[in-house]
């Protein structure tokens, strides 16, 4: 790895042994994978906190971390698990915001949004790894889902290096570009028409929609991570993955894609 740069290869040290530990854990029952779901939840929404910590945005340290625990393990018991813990979570914090908050007025009552914002964005989105694994195929599906979300990353990466010129969100993410975005969906497209087509037995026109959709929610969900992390001066959300960041830096492709994607498998 002498050629690349320190944080290239400092990835890639970091991601095969990572992508190993998923593999295996993919293929385990719905419990392990619901537990490494929650796990990750919660180390997300910690960093979550933290960060917005940093703009005195003080959320309790246990709230998000809490909900996520709570949504995880409501998945664990279906799509009604998670929406009931989601309902009960979000009436808990509006109650406590504007019945028990010291604030006099509502411009002081910006925790409230945050709160709700936050549950949503970790807990509550994560937890439909969960559930995915449940549904008829649920390996077969998770693994679509880490290819498109992978193969996006990886493509748009690339591409964009050699190929990009048009920067994509300038004032979020200076780096990536149209040119890379598009090869990154395109392929995560065709790789998921030929995926559906050989192990899912579904119609390759449906997985190439399905990538692309899936694709196009992996990159918005990573950058509004990136915004998140710019409003809040920092670099990463965390340093627990080396060459990645934190988890949320990790998992930030599946914040919105995680979600869209279970609901469009449901439609059929």
Sequence with gaps: MDSLSPELAARIKTGIPLAAAVTLIVFSPVLIVGLVVIVFAVIGSGE???MLSKKEITLPEWFLPGCALLMGLGALGGSN????MLLVCAAGWMFQ????SSEKSFSGKNLLGFGLFGMLLTGWSLSHMILIKALENGTALVFLLLFVISL????AY???KHFGSIPLAPRISPKKT??????????SALFAGLYVELVLDYFWLTGILLGLVTAAAGQLGDLVESRIKRLCEVKDSGSLLPG???????????????PLFYYLILLG
């Design 48 to 50: 979550l906190t933290s």
């Design 81 to 84: 698990g998670l929406h009931g």
């Design 97 to 100: 915001q504007l019945l028990f």
């Design 152 to 155: 996006s990353d990886i493509f």
């Design 158 to 160: 690339f591409g964009g």
């Design 178 to 187: 149209w040119e890379g975005s598009l090869i990154g969906a395109g392929v």
């Design 244 to 258: 990645h960041g934190g988890i949320l830096d990790r998992v930030d492709g599946y914040l919105i894609a995680a």
